[in-house]
């Protein structure tokens, strides 16, 4: 079966950096896009990064230039170098596997908190 | 603000239908498929629709999707207590920024 397991979450000051990962199995994890998405305590859904099957990659205006999502698909897993921290950052985190429709998550991780503050 | 516009809470009793709107643009609903998501307290988001009127294995048939122009509609029948969640709506925005796009979530209270 389909498992995401996020990792590397914690709290770090503003300013400062955090690598997120994510262990995938149960899928052929070269075929599919991986997203990352994240939601702050007591809010909504924000898309934050994609990585498309073909190692194309998409980012929220939120975290362009600040954020950076790859892959090893030797390891099946996923990861996000997220630097120049701020407090509006502060969410859980998951990893999700595109779906086979179009536009679609079908598998969630657990999620991993991260939290900036000084 | 979120680019897709849902209402922030619907309620109803159990066994009554209900229904969640979800509206965007040419860019984003008008031109992609929508997904639905319900999200149960503490727990990650759940795909309940995808392609707009899909159901992924296991979901039941309560829970139904449909799409016109730039909006989209979730439809739960036959509603439970269980049901009681967040409802996200989600697509693709072909913009310049393109990427997923979320509404902002609905929160169903089955009284």
């Known amino acids: 079966q389909v498992q995401l397991v996020e990792s590397g979450g914690g709290v770090v000051q503003p300013g400062g950096s955090l690598r997120l990962s994510c262990a995938a199995s149960g899928f052929t994890f070269s075929n599919y896009g991986i997203h990352w998405v994240r939601q702050a305590p007591g809010k909504g859904l924000e898309w934050v990064s994609f990585?498309?099957?073909?190692?194309?990659?998409y980012y929220a205006d939120s975290v362009k230039g600040r954020f950076t999502i790859s892959r090893d698909t030797s390891k099946n897993t996923l990861y996000l170098q997220m630097n120049s921290l701020r407090a509006e950052d502060t969410a859980v985190y998951y990893c999700?596997?595109?779906?086979?429709?179009?536009?679609?998550?079908?598998?969630w991780g657990q999620g991993t908190l991260v939290t900036v503050s000084s | 603000q979120s680019v897709l516009t849902q209402p922030p809470s619907v309620s109803a009793t159990p066994g009554q239908k209900v229904t969640i709107s979800c509206s965007g643009s040419?860019?984003?609903?008008?031109?992609?498929?929508v997904s639905w998501y319900q999200q149960l307290p503490g727990t990650a988001p759940k795909l309940l629709i995808y392609d707009n009127n899909k159901r992924p294995s296991g979901i039941p048939d309560r829970f139904s999707g449909s799409k016109s122009g730039t909006s989209a509609t979730l439809g739960i029948i036959g509603l439970q207590t269980g049901d009681e969640a967040d409802y996200y709506c989600?697509?693709?925005?072909?913009?310049?920024?393109?990427?997923?796009?979320f509404g902002g979530g609905t929160k169903l209270t089955v009284l």
């Open positions: 990585i498309r099957y073909d190692g194309n990659k």
């Open positions: 989600g697509t693709w925005d072909s913009s310049l920024s393109a990427g997923m796009v």
């Open positions: 040419t860019s984003n609903i008008g031109n992609n498929y």
């Open positions: 999700a596997k595109d779906g086979d429709g179009y536009n679609d998550i079908d598998y």
